[in-house]
């Protein structure tokens, strides 16, 4: 199966989250944060009001809380609307 974005919609699949600091603590998982840099897998195409402004493979910075998580073969993704990505890692 593969998840296809609708209208304004973007397909991100997250980095793994930290598993220890620059100190070399480990951190529990409870402790770790939700990463806010994902890769973009697949985007909609579009609407007039939120023209998109990525391609799949582009690394992006997203707000900390938005979109929604879904999983799909045991893989995790987040689906978001293109004006909640903050920007572009380049």
């Known amino acids: 199966m593969t ?50 402004t990525v391609s799949v493979g582009d690394k992006v910075i997203i707000s900390k809380y938005s979109g929604t998580e879904v999983k799909l073969d045991g893989e995790e993704y987040t689906i978001i609307s293109v004006k909640d990505i903050l920007a572009v890692v380049e």
């Open 3 to 52: 998840i296809k974005p609708l209208a304004d919609r973007v397909l991100l699949k997250s980095f793994e989250a930290e598993e220890t600091t620059k100190s070399g603590i480990i951190l529990a998982a409870s402790a770790q944060e939700k990463p806010e840099m994902s890769e973009v897998v697949a985007v909609g195409p579009g609407t007039e009001e939120n023209p998109m």
